[in-house]
């Protein structure tokens, strides 16, 4: 490979590294809510897919991704709102809950796509890429970064203002209270089962915004088990993002890179690897994560535990 | 304006259960006094507090508050009228800093924070005025629990109150910190506030208070002037009959020495070196104190000898073997017993059962298990001997400990550790949150072991803990050991001369 090949190989490699980043971004940012408030949902593997389904149903009735994507959206808040009712309401174990809805998320959308769409065969239009005037011209750098679709755009916008939500509001100084000393919030005044529904239908809106990116941005189909283990790799990547927006970003980023990596070292016909081992190299990352960072503080204290009310 | 009294708390009832906690309860508070509350564990104090404070919601009764009647459904309403609490275990988000703790919950939720630094400032202010030293940017983890405790403080001055209640605010702090916060009280009151003060130490409340309630099963039963009263009589209106200040002691000479620690050293969690060569001796039948103010190396040498720290150098032998080193099971396992000084991390488990705590170390052991099964009904029977025979004032075994009052917590793990017949026993706090009546028991029961041939270290901040039982004090400062004195308070002098660090005799005057 020369220079000019490599640079060529590396802008495109960025670009898709941040389009496969993209419903990591969102899903992992929302989880990051979740998380901080003390609720950890593991059922986003299911989320994710009910929002790729929902978004896709919708674009295929209406033609319209804007639509779509507020479709998925939906699905997934509604799938959220399962999980807060059981979790937080009914004090449901959350492990439990959110293994249940993953299977109930697969199995639901399997179905439904079966039934109702799998023999129609078509597939949707899906989001354009926008080319940003002049920067896409740019040689290799507007390859890389500025000739995507607007909702791999907004993902800049939704982390940035996440992070503005969660460090510089009262809603997110509650909300980082609540996963830490839920009792304290309870004194001062504050819903601590109003916050959770509200970090959990963040963090599941999310989640289906992330999924629908799966049918309406990337590929133009739905297909079952579509999400392929992403809305678990989220999970690790809010632990290595040490439960921050910005760092959800990036990190899911670094995933969406091996992602590309994966894709793209696959089509190089001089690589000997067996191509299964690089479909497999998010997933060993994933893992490494985990046990590398494993028990590393920063955790809010009280997830996964339900908080009983005077 | 004593005609019209400030908080007026009239004929109030609470259940949680069976377990009656105000039994029509009726007590006045006038403006501008420091009116302390005293009662034996589970009189219900905290509770009590609790619906002024609007954390609990009564089931009768009216409180009247300033003429009108008031009723909270949830602290901040209670604020909003003027009323703020300092409660037994502490209101502070860990992770967050001082002044993000206070303004937790204030205004609209989805307020932009763009005021902080006009928060830091009226911090700054407050701070000064009462001399409370604290930083409105710390991290409320990085605090030490009497600075915490000043940040709670601070915390109900900034939202504004004209009554203060401090529910057992001296629990945790060193000698220092108390003679801080009981005159932070006076120059509260000197700005036209209220105090209501918890307290199981009747030498505080003699010091500060105007007026003093007793409480006993959930009523008020006595309120006097403080200069109508004394501590004696303030101990029998709390137990019903008269609570002995000395004990009794028979002089057996001490037997063949028990725990050695030879030359020990080892690090706080924070890495810093916390115990300096420190070597000792316990006798069978022998009652050994270690004084000193609180952050000396106590929690380190306690903690190491239980292996729960490890020891950097040194021996610790017990019955003449090596137990240096060894897995706190192991420890447990060689006729060690403990009872910590925080019960919540090394003592209990808040969410299980009375039984399932008092088996917590033997679970395994005959008779409470056979054949890897627990013998529920033989656990159960145990149980019950040792909560009646410690007045463990609880709905039943099989209820969780974290529901039970913070002394009655205590007496259940010193109540455990007694029955496990030990050889020695380390406590760390023997008295922490256990009322006067319940302490000369404990004590009593201290003495016992020791005269059955027990070795026994008792480390306190109270003097009048160890001058009470102990047959020896040693004294720890900056983590050595620096002198051993008998229990003869005729050299308080002396003592509190060794726990400042002063080794020389200062040259007599004259
Ligand atoms: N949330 C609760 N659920 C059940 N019982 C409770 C609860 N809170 C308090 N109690 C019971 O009410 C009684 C009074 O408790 P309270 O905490 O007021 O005692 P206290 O006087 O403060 O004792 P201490 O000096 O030990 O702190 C106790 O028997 C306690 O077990
Ligand atoms: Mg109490």
Request: charged fraction near 20%; aromatic fraction near 6%.
């Amino acid at each position: 490979m020369d220079d000019m090949m490599f640079l060529t190989f590396l802008a495109t490699l960025v670009g898709a590294a941040w389009r496969l980043a993209t419903p990591l971004i969102f899903a992992s940012i929302g989880e990051v809510f979740s998380e901080r408030a003390g609720v950890l949902n593991i059922g986003l593997e299911g989320t994710m897919l009910v929002g790729a389904f929902c978004g896709f149903a919708a674009a295929f009735a209406t033609g319209s991704v804007p639509l779509g994507l507020l479709a998925g959206i939906a699905g997934g808040m509604l799938f959220g709102l399962v999980f807060a009712v059981f979790t937080i309401t009914i004090k449901a174990d959350q492990i439990v809950v959110g293994a249940a809805l993953n299977l109930l998320g697969m199995g639901l959308t399997a179905f439904l796509f079966r039934t109702y769409y799998v023999s129609t065969g078509k597939g949707i239009e899906i989001a354009q890429p926008v080319l940003i005037p002049f920067l896409s011209d740019i040689p290799f750098l507007g390859e890389a970064f500025f000739r995507q679709n607007l909702i791999v755009y907004s993902t800049v916008l939704v982390a940035v203002l996440a992070s503005l939500v969660l460090f510089r509001t009262s809603f997110g100084l509650t909300l980082r209270a609540v996963g830490e000393h839920p009792k304290a919030v309870d004194v001062a005044g504050r819903n601590v089962a109003a916050y959770r529904y509200g970090a959990v239908m963040v963090g599941t809106g999310l989640a289906g915004l992330g999924g629908a990116f799966l049918t309406l941005g990337h590929s133009n189909q739905f297909v079952e088990g579509i999400t392929s283990g992403r809305g678990f790799i989220v999970l690790a990547v809010v632990v290595f993002a040490r439960w921050s927006p910005i760092g959800a970003f990036f990190v899911s980023l670094l995933f969406g890179l091996f992602y590309a990596l994966q894709l793209m070292l696959q089509a190089q016909a001089s690589i000997i690897v067996p191509y299964q081992v690089l479909q497999a190299l998010p997933y060993i990352m994933t893992i490494i994560t985990l046990v590398v960072l494993r028990g590393k503080g920063a955790a809010p204290s009280k997830l996964g535990q339900p908080y009983e009310m005077r | 304006m004593s005609q019209k009294p400030f908080l007026r708390i009239d004929n109030i009832r609470k259940r949680f259960g069976p377990i009656i906690a105000s039994d029509g309860v009726s007590l006045e508070i006038e403006e501008g006094e420091i009116h302390s509350l005293l009662g034996e564990n589970g009189a219900g104090k905290s509770v009590l507090m609790s619906m002024i404070c609007g954390m609990v919601r009564p089931d009768e009764g009216e409180i009247v508050f300033k003429g009108q009647s008031v009723r909270f459904n949830s602290p901040r309403e209670a604020i909003r009228q003027r009323i703020g609490m300092v409660h037994q275990h502490f209101m502070l988000v860990p992770n967050l800093t001082v002044a993000e703790n206070y303004i937790l919950g204030q205004g609209s939720a989805l307020r932009v924070i763009n005021d902080m630094d006009k928060v830091h400032a009226r911090i700054r202010e407050l701070s000064d005025r009462y001399a409370l030293d604290v930083r409105p940017d710390a991290i409320i983890e990085d605090l030490s629990v009497g600075e915490q405790q000043r940040v709670e403080i601070l915390k109900v001055l900034f939202h504004g109150i004209d009554l203060l209640i401090l529910d057992e605010p001296t629990a945790v702090l060193t000698p220092q910190e108390t003679d801080r916060l009981l005159s932070l009280m006076g120059d509260l009151v000197k700005d036209g506030k209220t105090v209501v003060f918890i307290s199981h130490k009747l030498d505080e409340v003699m010091r500060v208070s105007n007026r003093i309630s007793v409480m006993r099963d959930g009523r008020v039963v006595h309120t006097v002037n403080v200069g109508e009263t004394n501590a004696r009589e303030l101990a029998r209106m709390m137990v019903g009959r008269d609570v002995r200040m000395e004990l009794p002691r028979s002089p057996e000479p001490p037997g063949r020495i028990v725990l050695s620690v030879e030359n020990m050293t080892c690090r706080a969690e924070t890495g810093l070196p916390a115990v300096r060569r420190v070597s000792l001796d316990v006798r069978a039948g022998e009652i050994v104190g270690i004084a000193g103010v609180s952050g000396n190396g106590q929690t380190e040498l306690s903690l190491a000898l239980a292996g729960l720290l490890p020891v950097d150098s040194g021996r610790v032998m017990l019955n003449g073997k090596d137990i240096t080193g060894l897995d706190p099971a192991r420890i447990n396992a060689s006729s060690f017993s403990h009872i910590p000084e925080d019960r919540h991390k090394h003592g209990i488990v808040v969410s299980m059962s009375l039984s399932e705590n008092t088996v917590l170390q033997r679970y395994d052991q005959k008779p409470f298990a056979s054949r890897g099964m627990l013998n529920r009904r033989v656990i159960g029977e145990h149980t019950r001997d040792l909560i009646k025979r410690f007045r463990v004032k609880s709905r039943d075994e099989n209820q969780a400990i974290g529901a039970l009052s913070g002394g009655n917590q205590q007496k259940l793990v010193v109540a455990r550790e007694l029955a496990r017949n030990p050889d020695f026993i380390l406590v760390n706090q023997l008295a922490r949150g256990i009322d006067i009546g319940a302490m000369e028991f404990v004590m009593e029961e201290m003495l016992k072991q020791r005269d059955s041939g027990r070795a026994i270290l008792l480390i306190s901040t109270e003097l009048e803990e160890l001058f009470a039982i102990c047959d020896r004090i040693l004294v720890m400062f900056h983590g050595e050991i620096l002198g051993d004195l008998p229990p003869d308070r005729t050299r308080l002098d002396e003592l509190g001369l060794l726990m400042a660090g002063q080794t020389e005799q200062p040259a007599l005057a004259g």
